[in-house]
């Protein structure tokens, strides 16, 4: 089944040339269904690009899947399009009395900021405390997956010697929890941040279980033992081309960054990059929608009010 998305958002191009199903409004009014409701808080300055990755892993699975864009309204965003906010995103204020199904809260380029400092925290904690009465299930990703850590459960993260920046192996610690279905015993992923969060916080949350772990890049996916909130470290909805595209924008800032790790054939910077998670990363998204998302929500989405994390 397709994603539903307004008819005129960039994505929708790319995605249709891709052969991924995305169905008009119009067709979507005709169906006697109610589709999933997900809402993506988008964090990151390249917003086009980001929704159109999540977008892409959101249409792969048999399930429609209905989809609302959210910003900030307490920061300026200047990589994107005044018009294309405007047209297709929302913010809190629009959003805060309905409910959803499931949410995405992207990662975003802040993480060497102490979490108050970053300008728009004061709203994101505001809408992390709305999403436990008014979401199901809410996957954070990256630097959105260490800002759930810090609000929900008070654990912060550290910097790193060195930024972390490359595609890294893998290994599933709870192979027979749902949301790991498929997976092979080792995979690998992507992961890009200056930051982490050590081990032994996480495994003194009784609530919380470890999903995976890799022995370069630490702990990957952490899911709340009741299913309502999961974090992903790393970024398994990264394109083929988003690491180069970070590596030579930070070379040409004069940051010196290092090659990706496993990511550039025989670290040939001019070779194309091997896209060796692909996979594993349409398979953590369908297994969330499908166990944690369409197999658990409420039909009746008011019934949220009812179960609060």
């Known amino acids: 089944m397709p994603i539903k998305i307004n008819n005129q958002l960039p994505a929708r191009r790319i995605l249709e040339s ?23 808080l988008n964090l990151m300055p390249t917003k086009i690009e980001t929704e159109t990755q999540l977008l892409r892993l959101l249409g792969n699975s048999p399930l429609q899947v209905e989809v609302d864009l959210l910003q900030t309204a307490s920061h300026e965003t200047k990589n994107t399009p005044m018009r294309h906010l405007l047209d297709f995103y929302r913010t809190f204020d629009d959003i805060k009395d309905k409910r959803y199904d499931g949410m995405i809260i992207t990662g975003a380029p802040v993480e060497k900021l102490p979490f108050e400092q970053v300008d728009y925290w004061p709203e994101l904690c505001q809408i992390m405390e709305w999403s436990k009465r008014n979401v199901y299930s809410t996957l954070h990703i990256c630097w959105g997956a260490q800002a759930g850590m810090y609000y929900h459960f008070g654990i ?7 930024k972390l920046s490359g595609v890294y192996r893998h290994r599933v610690t709870a192979p027979l929890h749902p949301l790991m279905r498929g997976f092979n015993d080792f995979y690998w992923a992507p992961h890009s941040r200056n930051t982490d969060i050590a081990r032994d916080d996480i495994e003194n949350r009784d609530e919380l279980i470890i999903l995976a ?50 990511y550039f054939p025989n670290n040939d910077v001019c070779a194309m990059p091997n896209h060796s998670w692909r996979a594993h990363a349409n398979l953590l998204f369908c297994n969330w929608l499908n166990y944690y998302v369409y197999q658990q929500t409420p039909y009746n989405l008011a019934d949220l009010s009812e179960n609060v994390i």
């Open 18 to 40: 891709e052969n991924v199903f995305v169905m008009t409004e119009e067709r979507a009014v005709m169906q006697d269904i109610r589709p999933l409701k997900i809402v993506i």
């Open 156 to 162: 912060d993260k550290y910097t790193l010697p060195q």
């Open 213 to 262: 772990t890799s022995k370069e890049a630490g702990v990957s996916l952490v899911g709340h033992k009741n299913g309502r909130q999961f974090f992903s470290f790393g970024h398994l909805e990264y394109d083929r081309q988003t690491l180069a595209n970070e590596y030579f924008r930070d070379k040409n800032r004069g940051l010196k960054p290092e090659i990706p790790c496993n």
